[in-house]
């Protein structure tokens, strides 16, 4: 990081120590988990009990720094990620940033140069329940291109777990047409992996950006996005309530083309 340091860069880390020794600088103290037990109170304030730099502790207030620094850099470990950060801030760690290095279980971030902001509402709210574990509480969508030029959809989901998940489960998106033909699918645990369920905790809420890629030939017309859970093991989808497709899956939206 050092070498690389540019003005107007911000740090944000766990290690705040580290960061002062190394590079003299740390504008945040980063964890979402289990907090309490790092900070301290100063003037009203919560700051981390070494070097008292501020407490950045919701996926809001990363996002307000992502936002305001030209870059930012985001230092954790293997070992704290999955324990002290929950599936919002997965989704901005593994979207918003770049993974620039890693060694020693230390994992480095830095701000992507095309960074697009990560939406942290739904635009279409949804209460779809899959087997009384989890609660697709809605999603957003948008149409973009790929670095390539292709056409793609960006579809980011919402889900909360309602009881403790012992199995990881993978999230599929396809898009039908109107003979139920899939013509693009998207199939990955959340977070492209990162986030499995099995590490979900009980009420959180998990923003799960997806893009999917379609051919650069799709014809014109209508067609279905659909969405649903499986095991990976035996491909038996989540059944989901008050299903009518008969298939165990959630329509999102019917979308005309182009």
Do not use: C
């Not at 407490?55 to 850099?73: C, I, K, N, P």
């Not at 998207?186 to 959180?204: A, C, F, K, N």
């Amino acid at each position: 990081i050092r070498a690389e340091w540019q003005p107007g860069d911000s740090l944000l880390t766990m290690n705040t120590p580290a960061a002062e020794l190394y590079l003299g600088q740390v504008d945040g103290f980063t964890v979402q988990n289990e907090a309490d037990q790092f900070l301290l109170n100063q003037n009203g304030v919560p700051v981390d009990r070494w070097l008292g730099a501020p407490w950045v502790g919701a996926a809001d207030g990363f996002s307000a720094v992502l936002d305001e620094a030209s870059r930012t850099w985001f230092v954790i470990d293997t070992i704290r990620q999955p324990v002290y950060f929950r599936g919002n801030w997965q989704a901005i760690v593994n979207s918003q940033l770049e993974p620039v290095w890693r060694g020693d279980n230390v994992l480095v971030y830095r701000t992507r140069p095309d960074r697009v902001p990560l939406v942290t509402e739904p635009a279409e709210p949804l209460e779809a329940r899959f087997n009384n574990k989890v609660v697709l509480r809605g999603f957003s969508l948008d149409s973009v291109e790929t670095e390539g030029g292709d056409p793609a959809l960006e579809v980011v989901l919402f889900w909360q777990p309602v009881a403790e998940l012992a199995d990881d489960y993978t999230v599929f998106l396809h898009l039908r047409n109107n003979r139920n033909e899939i013509v693009a699918q998207y199939d990955s645990q959340p977070l492209d992996g990162v986030y499995p369920t099995s590490q979900w905790q009980l009420g959180e809420r998990v923003i799960d950006p997806i893009t999917v890629s379609l051919p650069a030939d799709l014809p014109p017309g209508t067609y279905q996005l659909v969405t649903g859970l499986y095991q990976l093991d035996t491909l038996a989808r989540i059944p989901v309530a008050n299903d009518t497709s008969g298939e165990s899956v959630v329509v999102l939206k019917e979308l005309t083309w182009p």
